[in-house]
């Protein structure tokens, strides 16, 4: 890929490229909508990812083009920006603005992009790319931020710049990961593991759902703010920092105090599920691969009936899953609301489950699901 974008950056600004990078998209096997409660998520890097080549221009302009999409921009090197619309650029656009409050960009910059992660398909498309800025701006004019500096300014661009109050398992995975390992990151400390992700006779299964994500974002903050407020509550009796400080059996000794009947339903998705994490990773740790999936399956069920983030394509593709001898578990992966599931399905079975989970999802949703078997990637690097 390298190569071909370094050709057509020749192609498209008449000079040579000086530094190309690369970062991946990421799946996050279980923790679904905790990491902004403190809870312990366990993502890992895909080989999918965005790619970067850039070289300085003498005009103090930004340029920045994709091959993805057709909008491009050109703007002058300021000392702050704002979001214009909801483009592509406004995401690296957002990596300037919060590097330029502490440090100085001393040239221009034109930039060709390029991605093959699906993008608003759940797999952290838009991480990987405030990563992949953040990362060249810092290697390129020596800024002196340190790893874990990344995936934070990144997450606040996120946060400030776009409007998403999401939390920090995907730009962490984005920056952190390694080939065939996950992460097991606790959200509130930033402590993490990084451990073996032996999958045995089993695959990572990607299922894209296909379908378009309206209203996520919104729906997105809705829940960060429900978490809020269970929090709260329960802050007139004891005093937390976030809803994972709790497990389950202390959880309901305090959630009385939770009277709105969807806020105590979220709430008890977040402090289940961060429990639920714990038990995968023993279960990882010990090769008990179909005690996971078990797990998996407890967490998308969760997911629908509690925190009812999943829908109709999400829980069309999991169902499938449960019935199919030769998957021992799935779950959705990332926001919901669409997007992708996941699924251990056993090695050799790749075209069967294919033909059968598109025929099954077709029948019931109208349109084909794309899989896609992933390999677990290294994260953000100079190449
Ligand atoms: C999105 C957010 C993450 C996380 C997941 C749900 O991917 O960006 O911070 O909250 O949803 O687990």
Redesign the pocket.
Known sequence: MKAELTQKFLETYNHEVTSSYFTPGRV?LI??????NGGL?MPCAVTMGTWLVMAPNSDKVLRFKSLNFPEETAIELKKQYTKTGSEWFNYPLGVFNELLKDHEIPTGLDMLFYGNVPIGS?L?S??SIEVIMAYALNDYFNMGLEKIQIPLLA?KV?NEFIG?N??????FAVAFGEAHKAIVLNCDTLKYKIVDCELGDYNLAIVNTNKPRKLAESK?NERVSECQEALSNLNTEIKLHNLCELNYEKFVLHSHLIKDETVLKRATHVVKENDRVNLAAKALNSGALEEFGRLMYASHQSLKDLYEVTGAELDTVVDFCRDYDHVIGARMT???FGGCAIALLKKGMEEDFSKQLTDYYVKRIGYPVDIYISEIGNGASAI
Not at 166 to 171: L, V
């Open positions: 996050n923790g679904e909508h905790i990491d902004y998520v759940g952290s838009s991480a997450q996120e998403v999401c939390g920090i398992m995907d730009q997105y990332g926001a919901g």
